[in-house]
């Protein structure tokens, strides 16, 4: 499914929207980008997947979301409109190279025993576009992601975690709240909200 580019400010992005999410995930991200316009901010992911699977992911998105939905690949500006998936098997992270964000997309070594690894980009997300972004930590098993939302939360980025009730698994969201790096603790179907509201 093809899908335009919607603005002229696609490699100036006011605000990045990052997102993590492991067992549980799936249902969750689709709940939360169908509720998003197709004109949202460049958003990146992280869902913890084996190899194959986030191809698979993004191109069920892609058909269902009103935003654009891919798997990243290296070197992939963010731009309005779009959420690029990391691929199984690879961590990712921003960079700002010419004046404008892109995705870096690297084996390297497994955090939390995952690759990627949602501290990797949300950490990469808190030097790079400090207060200028929206963290978003999801259900799964574990502490991945927790570390470094709690850098985005301290850089100034608006925080949320998925709360207990509606979490398959309360693993990443309890821990990033142990942490105190959550602005908000929130009901899956009050998230995307939550989202518009503060991007």
Known sequence: MTKAYTSSREYQPVKVLAIASSTGGIEALETILCSLPASINPTVIVQHMPAGFTKMLADRLNDLCPMQVKEAKNGDP???????IAPADYHMEIQRRSGRLVVKCYVGERIHGVMPAADILFSSVAKV????????ILTGMGADGAMGLLKMHEAGAATIGQDRSSSVVYGMPKIARELGALDYSLPLPQIAAKIESLL
Do not use: C, D, I
Request: aromatic letters at 0%.
């Open 129 to 136: 576009a400090k207060s200028e972004a929206v963290g978003v």
């Open 78 to 84: 963010l731009k309005r409109g779009v959420a690029l």
